[in-house]
């Protein structure tokens, strides 16, 4: 350990735990500012397993170049890889009262506020935001339920949500061969099969499905991108 470090060390041990924090999200701060290349893929792996009890891979991109960082983008993909989105969140426009080390703390804050949808297939934020809206979409939620609970009793009526044929949940996720299973219980499955793909540059886990056990090429519906446009108040 260097002299440097050591001092680090001393240091961190005398500061509260708030204070700590502010000093992490400054190291990486400096870290990506001092690792970031122009025309580059700049990334790196977040050392988090599962997030809400789901087996996660948060990847960690920002573009730019040593002297501006023009976006951090945070993306989350159900583990193991089969490319299914479970959330993206992309910051931008950083400047004198908006630093790169409060965009690195507000991804990380929002990571910690993030709870599982069975039904949506997606990690949500159910705190209230500054428009209210995550109390309008929980209730907008429910009420999709209620709905399928009515309508699933028509026979000439086909739901774009179902029960999952494990847990019976209601959920909005399904199977490439037509059957709904939601992401907890897929995430249960045992990998059947895997595969490297060129286009990703990495290699993809395949299930079977609980229900004709088939291989599943792909969880639907697929999903869409979250920004994060808010700045926290330091």
Known sequence: MS????????????????QH?????????KYIQKNCYPRRGNNFKLPIRKIDN???????SYEGNHAEIFHLTCNILLSPNIEYQMAEFIIRDFDAD?????????????????????????FHDPSKNNDGDSQEEEEEENIMISMFS???F?????????????????TETHTSCGHNVCIACYSKLEVAKKEW????GKESFYKKCPMCRGIIEKLLPETGVCELSERLTL
């Open 150 to 152: 009515v309508l699933k």
């Open 54 to 60: 789901i087996p996660v891979i948060v990847d960690f």
């Open 154 to 170: 028509y026979e000439n009526i086909n739901s774009s949500i179902s029960e999952c044929c494990a847990c019976f949940e209601v």
């Open 197 to 200: 793909r060129e286009y990703y």
């Open 98 to 122: 908006f630093t790169l080390q409060q965009g690195i703390q507000l991804i990380f804050e929002k990571l910690g506020k993030l709870k599982f949808s069975t039904s949506k297939g997606l």
């Open 3 to 18: 002299q440097e470090q050591e001092q680090e060390q001393v240091l961190e041990i005398e500061i509260n735990p708030e």
């Open 21 to 29: 924090r502010q000093l992490q999200f400054q190291k990486i701060a």
